[in-house]
C-alpha cells in the first residue's frame, strides 16, 4: 500500500463519493461502538500456550496464567458493515481461547491480531456483538488495553474505530482509555494466582501505609541528592537577592552555563556577592566537590568541571528553599558510583528532541551522568544513518500496512497517522544538539540499537532497500544490506511473538550494517566533541534463531560452537569491532551468558537486568568477578515503567513486578544486594529470602546504577515524564549516597525479610527526610513543566468520618462528593457515603488522579 493511499485514507468523507465504499467504511469507523472489559484474570480454564518452535518446554513448565476479555461492538443503524469486515487491534499476549458466533481470530505479527468474520457471516446495523476472548497475559490495569483499533475491509483502506482513540484527564493531562470499563471485582482481577498477595492500594491501605511511615518533619538541607557530609557552621545570613559575581578558576564558565542558569532560575541574578569558582584540585575524587556558603560570599572547589557544576545545582536547590537567605553552610560531597544513569526508550514509540533535552536538564539537576538512548527496537528505527535512508524512512513510521513495504506494522497501539507524535526519528542534527546539550551538563550519551534480536525494523528497512535496489537492477547493492539469508528456513517467536526480529549472525552483511551504523554515531560523537566510548550493544532476548540457516550450521561447525551459543559470538565480535575504534561495548545480562570472558575485550560492560528474587544477584556478582563493569538494572527496582501501585488505573507493565513505588526505590541498596530482601517482596507480594550463591570476589564491586524507561505503553511525553518523576529522584540519591541501614557487604550472606541486620528504624527515618527533600524539589519541576506522579492520598472514612494523609509531606489534600465541589481538607471531617479524594501541590498548580473512598463497615454492620 502507497503512502499516499494511507493519507487518503484520513482524508473527511466528504473526499470520497457518499455511498462509496470507503465512505461507508469511514461511516463505520466513526460510529461504531467499542468496549473492552477485562472480565477475570483467574479463569477457570487456562488453555496452554502456543507451542514456541524455537524453544524446549521449560522444566519444570510455568503455571498456565491467562486473562479472559469482552470485546463489545454496537453497529450504527444507518451504516450496514461490509462483507469480509476486520477488526485489527493490538492485543498483549497471544489468543488462546474464542467465544464468537461471527469472528475468528489470528495472529499477524508482534501484537498485531485480526479478528475477522467467519466464512459465511456478516453483521447487521444496529446489532450488538461480543467477542469472548482468552488471552495468555494477565491484564492488571486498564492500561493493557492498546488503542487506535482499526476496521478493514476488501478493496478499501484501513481506518482507525474512533472509540478506541484515547482521549486526555482535563484535571491531570494524562491520556485516559475511554473505550475500557473500570476495573472493580478485586478477587477476580487483582491476581492471577492462588499464591499472589498483592491487593489493590485502595485509598485506606494507602492511610495505613503512609501512616505506618510516619510523617515528615521540616527539613533544614533539601538538596537532592543527599550530600556525604553537610556542616551548618555558626555566622550570619548571605543575602542572595542582592545577586552574585562569579569568577571561574582553573575552567571555561561555559561549560558551567546550564549549572549558572540552574541558580538563575532559583532566583539568583547578577550581583555583588562573590560566588569563587575554583576547578582543578586533585585532592579531590572526581566528580567531588566542595561548598562553602557564609556571609561573606560563596566558595567552590572541585576536581572538574562536573564537581562544579554540582556544586552550583546543589547551591541553587538550597538557595531557593531558604528564600535567597541563606545560613551558612558546607557541603563536602562525592559520588558513590561513577556510573549514574538513565535509559529512555524512543524506539517503541517515539519521544523527540525536545523530549530528550527536557530529560537531559532534569537530570542534570539531580546529578545523573549518563543518558543510555534506546534508538533501535522492534516497533522502529529512530536515528537517521545517512549511507542507509530507508532507516528512517520505513524503520521510523508504523501505519496500517500490514506487508512493512512502506512503513513497520501497526504495533503497540499506536497512532498510526505518519505525523503521528509516536512516529519520527531524530535527525543528525537532532542527535547533535543532544550531544551538545548533555555535554554542557557533564552527561554522557550511550546510543544503543538493540540486536541481534529486537532487530526487526531494521530487518525490515534493509528488505525495502533491497527491493529497490533490485528494482533498478542492482544487485551486488542490493545483497550488501540485506540481513535476511534467504535459504534459512528456522521458524521462532521471540519472547515479543515476532518471528521475523532477529539478525542472522554468521552473514558478511550484519557486520557490514553493524559497522556501518557505529561509524555514523562514532562520526557524530566527533563532531560534537564528545567522543564515543561506550556503546550498547543490546544482545538481550534472542528468540531461537539460525537453527535452519546454512550458514549457521556452517558456522557451528567450524568453530565448534552450539548454534544457540551463536549469539554469544556475535557479541564477542562486535565488542572487538568497537574496540578496535577505541570503543568499550555495553550489553543486557543475559546476552553475556555464554560469552567468553577471554574472547571479550577488557571493561566490557554488564547491564544486569535479572530480577532481585530470580538470577539478579547470582549474575551481577558473576559479571564484576568476570573483572567487568557491572550497572545494575534490575527490573523490579530500576523498570519505572512498571507501575507506582498496585492499581488497576495505574499505568505500567507488570512482568517484573507489580509495584515500584517511590520508597521501594529509596529503600534500595545496590552495595549489598542480599540485604534487598529484608526490605521488599517478590513479584507476588510475598516475603523471601536472597542468598549469595556467588560471593564477590576481593576488590570486585558493582560500577553503577541505571533506571529503565521501555515505551512499549508510553505513548505520550507527559506519560514519560510521569513514570520518571519523582521516582528518577530516588534512582539519583541511590546512585549518589550510600544508605546508612545498609549493612556491610559479607560474601555469602544470606538475608530473609525482617533481617535485624538491616535498620528498618534508619530507613524509616531517611525516607522522611527524603520525602520531605523530594516535596521541596516539585516546585522547580513545575516551573520547567514536567508532568510528574503525585500519589493520591491515603484516606478512610470510619464512623463517617473522612480521614486523610499525603505520601509527601506539605501536600494539600482535597474532598467531594461524586461530581460535587472540591473542598480543601484540613482535619477530620464528617462526609455522607462514598467520597472522592486528590492530592494537590500547595500552590493548586499539580494535581493527582482522583480515586473514591468506601465508607468502611465497623464491627456492628
Known amino acids: 500500500m502507497s503512502i499516499a493511499l494511507l493519507l487518503a485514507s484520513a482524508a473527511p468523507a466528504g473526499a470520497v463519493p457518499a455511498s462509496s465504499p470507503a465512505a461507508d467504511l469511514d461511516r463505520l469507523a466513526a460510529q461504531l461502538g467499542y468496549r473492552v472489559t477485562i472480565v ?63 469472528f ?174 575554583t576547578i582543578g584540585d586533585t585532592a579531590l575524587a572526581a566528580e567531588a566537590y ?98 542507509l535512508p530507508e532507516l528512517t524512512e520505513v524503520g521510523a513510521y508504523r501505519c496500517l500496512d500490514l506487508t512493512d513495504r512502506t512503513c513497520l506494522q501497526p504495533q503497540l497501539g499506536a497512532d498510526p497517522a505518519r505525523d503521528a507524535p509516536t512516529n519520527g526519528y531524530l535527525s543528525t542534527g537532532d542527535y547533535l544538539t543532544i550531544l551538545a546539550a548533555a555535554k554542557a551538563r557533564q ?60 539478525l542472522n549472525v554468521c552473514i558478511p552483511q550484519t557486520y557490514r550494517f553493524v559497522d556501518t551504523v557505529i561509524s555514523e554515531m562514532a562520526r557524530l560523537h566527533a563532531k560534537a566533541g564528545m567522543p ?45 569491532m568497537l574496540a578496535k575504534r577505541g570503543i568499550r561495548a555495553g550489553a543486557w545480562s543475559d546476552g553475556l551468558t555464554h560469552a567468553d570472558p577471554a574472547a571479550l575485550p577488557a571493561q566490557t560492560q554488564s547491564y544486569v537486568w535479572g530480577g532481585l528474587f530470580d538470577r539478579g544477584v547470582t549474575e551481577a556478582h558473576t559479571h564484576a568477578n568476570h573483572g567487568w563493569p557491572v550497572i545494575l538494572s534490575m527490573p523490579d527496582v530500576t523498570y519505572l515503567d512498571m507501575p507506582q501501585a498496585v492499581s488497576p488505573d495505574e499505568p505500567g507493565a507488570t512482568w517484573a513486578t507489580r509495584e515500584i513505588d517511590l520508597y521501594r526505590l529509596y529503600a534500595f541498596m545496590p552495595g549489598n544486594l542480599p540485604a534487598n530482601a529484608a526490605t521488599m517482596t517478590d513479584i507476588l507480594n510475598r516475603p523471601g529470602t536472597i542468598e549469595d550463591r556467588t560471593p564477590l570476589a576481593d576488590g570486585r564491586h558493582v560500577a553503577g546504577i541505571q533506571a529503565q524507561l521501555w515505551s512499549e505503553m508510553v505513548r505520550r511525553d507527559s506519560q514519560v515524564e510521569y513514570m520518571l518523576f519523582p521516582r528518577l529522584f530516588a534512582l539519583a540519591e541511590r546512585g549518589w549516597s550510600r544508605a546508612t541501614w545498609e549493612p556491610a557487604y559479607a560474601p555469602g550472606a544470606r538475608y530473609s525479610y525482617g533481617d535485624k541486620r538491616v535498620d528498618t528504624g534508619a530507613l524509616l527515618a531517611g525516607w522522611r527526610d527524603f520525602s520531605a527533600r523530594v516535596a521541596a524539589r516539585l516546585p522547580a519541576l513545575d516551573r520547567n513543566g514536567i508532568t510528574y506522579r503525585l500519589s493520591p492520598p491515603g484516606a478512610r472514612i470510619v464512623d463517617g468520618r473522612l480521614e486523610a494523609i499525603g505520601e509527601l509531606p506539605g501536600m494539600r489534600i482535597e474532598y467531594r462528593s461524586a461530581g460535587g465541589t472540591w473542598t480543601r481538607y484540613a482535619d477530620p471531617v464528617a462526609v455522607d457515603g462514598p467520597t472522592e479524594v486528590r492530592s494537590m501541590t500547595a500552590d493548586g498548580r499539580h494535581a493527582s488522579r482522583t480515586v473514591t473512598v468506601q465508607p468502611e463497615r465497623t464491627a456492628w454492620q
Open 532 to 576: 564515543l566510548r561506550l556503546y550498547h550493544i543490546g544482545a538481550d532476548e534472542t528468540a531461537g534463531a539460525w537453527r535452519n540457516s546454512p550458514a549457521c550450521q556452517a558456522e557451528a561447525a567450524r568453530t565448534n560452537t552450539p548454534v544457540a551459543h551463536l549469539g554469544a559470538r556475535f557479541v564477542e565480535r562486535v565488542a572487538t
Open 443 to 502: 552527561i554522557t550519551v550511550v546510543p544503543s540499537f538493540d540486536m541481534p534480536g529486537h532487530s526487526r525494523a531494521a530487518i525490515k528497512a534493509m528488505e525495502a532497500r533491497y527491493s529497490r535496489l533490485m528494482a533498478a537492477g542492482k544487485r551486488a547493492e542490493a545483497e550488501r544490506y540485506r540481513l535476511v539469508e534467504p535459504g534459512d528456513t528456522t521458524r521462532y517467536r521471540s519472547i515479543q511473538n515476532y518471528d521475523d526480529n532477529t
Open 104 to 277: 475468528t481470530s489470528r495472529l499477524v505479527n508482534g501484537d498485531v491480531t485480526i479478528f475477522a468474520l467467519k466464512p459465511g457471516q456478516t453483521l447487521a446495523a444496529g446489532q450488538h456483538y461480543r467477542i469472548r476472548l482468552t488471552a495468555s497475559v494477565p491484564f492488571f490495569s486498564r492500561a493493557f488495553v492498546l488503542p487506535n483499533a482499526v476496521l478493514a475491509a476488501p478493496g478499501v483502506a484501513p481506518v482507525v474505530i474512533a472509540a478506541t482513540r484515547p482521549g486526555t484527564d482535563p484535571e491531570t493531562g494524562l491520556e485516559t482509555l475511554p473505550y475500557v470499563a473500570p476495573m472493580t471485582d478485586e478477587p477476580r482481577l487483582a491476581t492471577a494466582a492462588a499464591a499472589d498477595r498483592n491487593v489493590w492500594l485502595t485509598p485506606a491501605r494507602a492511610f495505613v501505609r503512609y501512616a505506618a511511615r510516619g510523617v515528615a518533619a521540616t527539613p533544614d538541607i533539601v538538596i537532592l541528592p543527599m550530600p556525604a557530609n553537610v556542616a551548618r557552621p555558626t555566622g550570619a545570613l548571605l543575602e542572595l537577592s542582592k545577586g552574585v559575581r562569579v569568577t571561574v578558576h582553573g575552567g571555561a564558565r561555559v561549560r558551567l552555563a546550564p549549572a549558572l542558569d540552574a541558580l538563575r532560575q532559583a532566583g539568583v541574578g547578577k550581583g555583588v556577592v562573590p560566588l569563587s569558582i
Open 290 to 387: 566542595r561548598l562553602d556558603v557564609a556571609a561573606s560570599g560563596i566558595r567552590i572547589v572541585a576536581r572538574d568541571e562536573a564537581g562544579a557544576a554540582y556544586a552550583l545545582r546543589s547551591l541553587a536547590q538550597q538557595a531557593a528553599y531558604e528564600g535567597l537567605r541563606m545560613k551558612p553552610l558546607t557541603v563536602e560531597d562525592a559520588p558513590r558510583y561513577g556510573y549514574r544513569g538513565l535509559h529512555v526508550d524512543v524506539a517503541r514509540n517515539f519521544h523527540d528532541r525536545a523530549e530528550i533535552l527536557r530529560l537531559i536538564e532534569q537530570m542534570a539537576a539531580v546529578k545523573l551522568n549518563t543518558l543510555h538512548l534506546h534508538l533501535g527496537d522492534d516497533e522502529g528505527w529512530r536515528m537517521a544513518i545517512p549511507a
Open 40 to 102: 477475570d484474570n483467574r479463569p477457570s480454564y487456562c488453555p496452554p500456550l502456543p507451542v514456541d518452535p524455537s524453544a524446549p518446554p521449560p522444566t519444570p513448565a510455568p503455571p498456565r496464567k491467562c486473562v479472559m476479555l469482552d470485546i463489545d461492538l454496537d453497529t450504527p443503524t444507518d451504516v450496514t458493515p461490509p462483507a469480509g469486515l476486520e477488526v485489527r487491534m493490538s492485543l498483549i499476549g497471544s489468543v488462546l481461547l474464542m467465544d464468537s458466533a461471527e
